[in-house]
T-cell receptor
Framework: SQQGEEDPQALSIQEGENATMNCSYK?????LQWYRQNSGRGLVHLIL?????REKHSGRLRVTLDTSKKSSSLLITASRAADTASYFC?????????FGTGTSLTVIP | EAGVAQSPRYKIIEKRQSVAFWCNPI?????LYWYQQILGQGPKLLIQ????????DSQLPKDRFSAERLKGVDSTLKIQPAKLEDSAVYLC????????????FGPGTRLLVL
């Protein structure tokens, strides 16, 4: 089974609102990454957070990591229609890399 | 800088036929990955190369799937014979030595097995 599970599976919001998606993983990690995938395209790396970090920012993105709960969240602030995509967390255990099941985000203009 | 190139973009075959996918990573990237992404799911790592050596192929169905990385650059992934459940998008990614944690993905090859 996959290492990561994400929720919600699908999220629909109005442009300008914030979007929050969560990721849970099973085993200890070296780092956790978030990727974005537009329909019919490959994945694009968004942000990496190391296991000794608790929060990280990049532009409109904010990622948190709680290693005690084996979970992470991705917050996209002031969403835009162009943010419509699927978002995946990827957990790096040092030996292997696993992607979660993904959250499909729709931002309505 | 050119991105990860993959070909073909689409392939339709009948079950029990063979198929091969090609990937050209970003120049200088030492690590190359092949993923299988079934519709509605996250990508599943099939095989990881470091230069031309295999780092991890634990999830590669070796009875039908094979992969090689020629001279540590281009790579091919082959399925022989294909099954219906192999219908998926096959993604290739590469990562540089300077930032080995960050993967750069190609557009993928969409395979349909009839």
């Amino acid at each position: 089974s996959q290492q990561g599970e994400e929720d919600p599976q699908a999220l629909s919001i109005q442009e300008g609102e914030n979007a929050t998606m969560n990721c849970s993983y099973k085993t200890s990690i070296n780092n956790l990454q978030w990727y974005r995938q537009n329909s019919g395209r490959g994945l694009v790396h968004l942000i990496l957070i190391r296991s000794n970090e608790r929060e990280k920012h990049s532009g409109r993105l904010r990622v948190t990591l709680d290693t005690s709960k084996k979970s992470s969240s991705l917050l996209i602030t002031a969403s835009r229609a162009a943010d419509t995509a699927s978002y995946f967390c990827g957990s790096n255990t040092g030996n292997q890399f696993y992607f979660g099941t993904g959250t499909s985000l729709t931002v309505i203009p | 800088e050119a991105g990860v190139a993959q070909s073909p973009r689409y392939k339709i075959i009948e079950k029990r036929q063979s198929v091969a996918f090609w990937c050209n990573p970003i120049s200088g990237h030492a690590t190359l990955y092949w993923y299988q992404q079934i519709l509605g799911q996250g990508p599943k790592l099939l095989i990881q190369f470091q230069n031309n050596g295999v780092v991890d192929d634990s999830q590669l169905p070796k009875d039908r799937f094979s992969a090689e990385r020629l001279k540590g650059v281009d790579s091919t992934l082959k399925i022989q014979p294909a099954k219906l459940e192999d219908s998926a998008v096959y993604l290739c990614a590469s990562s540089p030595r300077t930032s080995p944690q960050t993967q750069y993905f190609g557009p993928g090859t969409r395979l349909l097995v009839l």
